[in-house]
């Protein structure tokens, strides 16, 4: 998984990811994370499912160190390669487990079959048949169960205990009972058998079919679970997989097809029809319809021409594009929706960590309910076969191998699930949050809205001319880069033509702008901002506002010198998809509010377009999360939909953050999920696939404890047969990561059933009344 890192060169960072190998179960996992954790400054988490630990410390870690402590422990450590494995789709792990399990059938078939055949026919016996079945068996014990036997002892040796010391134990005792019977027993004597249950009173117990059958089982178990849990890393990283290997790179002129990783910002490259768009970029030339599906879920083909972004690992469909490589390498969205897929293993939830405390100890425990059963079967006087069977029985069912997958494969596949429809999901914690929401808050422009805004109306007051207004409109917006300003910037040069520049520009986050033209002291924004600034708005203009505001449309205004000059009206479209979003969300039981900073009047229109229960209008970007901040103070849980600079301290504030991905980095980074694509029904989607998954998770972990307690009583009382405890711990833990899988089947899109069923429902909380609030004037 890793190449390993020497002592000499390791670099040192103060967050580190190891490849761990060794780890056979979830009390291994447990037991890296608390050596890592013995360190100074160290806070690890190691993941069983997905084979890494993620290491954070106070200062610089070094992974030589790391590397040294993991295999002090008996394991082995490795810095995780860049580029994925060359034989990824044939583990060694999952060969060598097959070829283990292939000797261990094709001999322990055999080896029942005469077993049984002797035990209930003795007038087949034959010289010597008791020392062939010891033959048959002895394979099996020592080569196929090797990994179970090699990680007892690694573990014996460090003073720990695993699921595979359940195992070990439990196959060596029964052969080493076995042989003994063999070789001090009366074998040509009546009543003895190889251990199904035909016995005479009093007869020894040869236990060599268990000892092979109960390694087959266990060899099974392990086979498939593997497979099974490549599958769903498989889906948690195939994103990764859509990055190009190889890019046409233009060098003056000419085509020159080279490696992904020496392209280079600012550098121009062609995409031929079917080929994948090596780096987020710029569309110089060409025009092609673009497969986005692979990324945010979209079905339709975007199409893509000259001055429009494209996206790397998207592909183009039918048409030559050259495009100039804006981010590259680890900076592209693909790479960052990568990174931020797996960075999603690194928390657990706080189940997990109780499953994790409760795996460390079990062995343990086991082994000493193993022990008393043993124990009491004897006191009470029942044969020592019996008591034997019984103890066995205890070893080999109680292995909690499937307590320990339930969650992280499950977080797994929902992840890789979600990260594949244009859901990026960064841990777990949003998850859980997401179980308790009741209210989900959306951010207006750009959100419920396009953010592509239009001036729809200039409005020169008397004496103003309509073109000097547009330039000094246009010339101070153009160093703004906010939807309003940069509708203001096109209508003024579509109209106008070329813009003065701008001196002593500022930004007035919520507000507008100023800055200085022509040696013009000039404001562009809402009534509010020249409201501070002691403008006087005319009466014309105040009803210009009013109109254009009940209609749904952004007034802005436009002063300079202290006077009044003008009113733009911009326009919003809604998106498309938002009032069946906002009905999805209401199916699900939840509560609906706009937070903008824009007017009341026209919050009010937008919301009832799309169906929205309650509108905060008129909020400051500060004053943003303070809103948020008092509709969880009221026994709201409140999920926060954003985009903006000015949305990141509101999603941070809420209980759960919906980041749209053409947002702002900040937001970005401040939110708990992150919506890739551009139809606002993924967040239903969200949330639906939040609640399947934590469903999932809790089936999964309701299946293993209550396997766990109900069967270790059954092998105690002597009601479970060695061979049948075997085989039912495989199944438990394929039976967990195959429930897991079951999320890959998840569809989403557009708010359309899951699996064909009607979405889930939650519970609606009950709904405190907010009232609609009113706000000044918009502003940008």
Avoid at 293 to 312: K, L
Avoid at 464 to 481: F, I, P, Q, T, Y
Avoid at 634 to 642: E, K, L, N, S, T
């Amino acid at each position: 998984m890793g190449v390993t890192v020497s002592t000499a060169s390791a670099p040192t960072s103060d967050r580190i990811e190891l490849a761990i190998g060794g780890m056979t179960c979830a009390a291994c996992a447990a037991r890296v994370q608390r050596t890592l954790n013995k360190l100074d400054g160290v806070e690890a988490t190691v993941n069983f499912a997905t084979g890494r630990a993620v290491v954070n410390g106070a200062g610089e870690l070094d992974p030589a160190e790391l590397i040294g402590k993991v295999e002090g422990a008996g394991y082995s450590a490795s810095l995780p390669k860049p580029e994925p494995e060359p034989e990824r789709d044939d583990p060694a792990r999952v060969r060598d487990l097959r070829r283990r399990l292939a000797v261990a059938a094709l001999l322990a078939i055999p080896l029942g079959n005469l077993s049984i055949t002797l035990a209930l026919v003795p007038s087949l016996r034959f010289p010597y048949w008791d020392l062939l079945c010891v033959l048959l068996a002895t394979p099996v014990v020592f080569w196929s169960a090797w990994p179970f036997h090699r990680a007892a002892a690694r573990n014996l040796r460090h003073g720990a205990f695993s699921m595979d010391t359940l195992v070990s134990i439990g196959v060596l005792a029964s052969y080493g009972w076995s042989l003994t019977s063999a070789v001090f027993g009366t074998s040509a004597g009546p009543g003895y058998w190889l251990g199904f249950g035909v016995t005479a009173a009093g007869a020894d117990a040869v236990y060599l079919d268990v000892a092979a059958g109960v390694t087959t089982f266990l060899l099974a178990g392990r086979y498939f679970e593997a497979r099974a849990r490549r599958s769903a890393g498989a889906v948690l990283s195939a994103l990764a997989d859509l990055a190009a290997r190889e890019v046409r790179v233009l060098r003056d002129g000419v085509e020159a097809l080279v490696p992904v990783g020496e392209l280079a910002a600012g550098a121009e490259f062609v995409v031929r029809p079917g080929e994948r768009i090596a780096a987020d970029g710029t569309v110089t030339s060409g025009a092609s319809a673009v497969d986005t599906s692979m990324m945010t879920g979209e079905p339709v083909p975007v199409e893509a021409g000259a001055g429009d972004e494209v996206i790397g690992g998207t592909i183009s469909t039918s048409g030559r594009l050259v495009v100039r490589a804006n981010r590259v390498g680890a900076d592209t969205q693909l790479a960052q929706m990568s990174r931020l897929a797996e960075q999603a293993q690194e928390r657990k939830a706080r189940v997990q960590k109780l499953v994790d405390r409760v795996c460390a100890v079990f062995v343990p425990v086991v082994l000493a309910i193993a022990t008393g059963t043993f124990a009491v079967w004897l006191l009470a006087g029942e044969p020592s076969r019996a008591a034997f069977e019984a103890a066995v029985a205890v070893l080999i069912i109680a292995c909690p191998c499937a307590l320990g997958l339930a969650t992280p494969t499950a977080l797994m596949v929902g992840v890789g699930r979600g990260a594949q429809l244009g859901i990026l999901i960064k841990g777990q914690d949003a998850l859980e949050a997401s179980r308790s929401i009741d209210t989900v808050v959306f951010d207006k422009t750009g959100t419920i809205t396009t953010g592509r805004m239009t001036v729809s109306g200039v409005h020169p007051m008397p004496g103003a001319d309509r073109a000097e207004v547009l330039r000094l409109a246009g010339a101070v917006e153009h160093a703004s880069e906010h939807a309003i300003a940069t509708a203001v910037v096109t209508a003024a040069t579509e109209e106008a033509g070329s813009l003065p520049e701008v001196e002593g520009f500022s930004a007035l986050p919520g507000l507008g702008a100023r800055g200085e033209v022509e040696g013009r002291r000039v404001l562009v924004g809402s009534p509010r901002l020249l409201a501070d600034a002691g403008v006087e708005v005319p009466a014309e203009a105040t009803e210009v506002i009013e109109t254009h505001r009940s209609r749904g449309d952004t007034v802005v205004l436009l002063a300079a010198d202290g006077a009044l000059l003008a009113a733009f009206t911009l326009h919003d479209e809604v998106r498309p998809s938002a009032p069946a979003a906002v009905a999805e969300l209401h199916r699900l039981g939840l509560r609906t509010v706009l937070l903008t900073g824009d007017h009341e009047s026209t919050a009010r229109t937008v919301a009832a377009e799309v169906g929205i229960d309650e509108v905060i209008a008129g909020v400051l970007p500060a004053e943003k999360a303070e809103r948020v901040r008092s509709l969880r103070e009221q026994g709201r849980q409140v999920a926060m939909a954003g985009d903006g600079i000015n949305d990141a301290p509101a999603l941070a504030t809420a209980d759960l953050g919906l980041a749209v991905a053409h947002g702002t980095d900040i937001a970005i980074k401040a939110a708990d999920v992150i919506l890739v694509r551009e139809d606002l029904r993924v967040v239903p989607d969200a949330v639906r696939l939040a609640h399947r998954t934590l469903r999932t998770i809790r089936g999964n972990l309701a299946w293993a404890f209550g396997y766990n307690v109900a069967a270790i009583p059954l092998a105690a009382l002597g009601l479970l047969n060695p061979l049948i405890a075997g085989l039912a711990m495989s199944l438990s833990s394929v039976l967990v990561v195959s429930n897991s899988l079951r999320l890959r089947q998840f569809t989403g899109s557009g708010g359309s059933p899951v699996d064909g069923r009607v979405p889930e429902q939650v519970e609606p909380a009950e709904q405190p009344q907010v009232p609609v609030e009113q706000g000044e004037g918009a502003g940008h």
